[in-house]
């Protein structure tokens, strides 16, 4: 399932959430634009979901029935999460020909594509403000980058 929580760049055009009507118009925009096929929940006009699950933009998580965490990122990665969901089916249902199988945690760095000029005119979508935002923060990160490769040095 894909919870949606907020809009995460608001803008003149399409702006933070008043109603719980401007939210679920916001899902189904979200849901059309990118070709989210599988099913939306949509959280809490005070987002309760969110806090609950750590308040990052873009969030993965997979919860097993009994509500164990099997898998947690802090960015969605549709591929990733796949990758992942395969794996542990297979992990579940194999048998050794001696002993049985077992669950481990791992820590990993995984990547993802970026298209940037697809996320700028979204951010477009929403209004200028959003894409004004934006490119700020990515200064500030970049500025951040360069303050602690000096420091390393």
Known sequence: MFVYTREAHPGERVG??????????????LRDEVGIRRPILVDDLTGTAHHAYGLLPNMSWVIGRGGRILYKSDWTSAANVE????????????????????PYLTEQVEY??????????RLHRNGSRAYHEFKRAEEI?????????????
């Open 83 to 102: 990758g992942f969901l395969t794996r542990h089916m297979q992990g579940r249902t194999r048998r050794p020909l001696a002993g049985t199988v077992g």
């Open 112 to 121: 993802r594509d970026l298209d940037r000029e697809a996320f700028y005119q």
């Open 141 to 153: 990160w970049r500025g951040r980058e360069t303050s602690r490769n000096q420091q390393s040095l």
């Open 16 to 29: 933070p959430h008043a109603s719980l009507d401007d939210k679920l118009a916001g899902a189904r925009l």
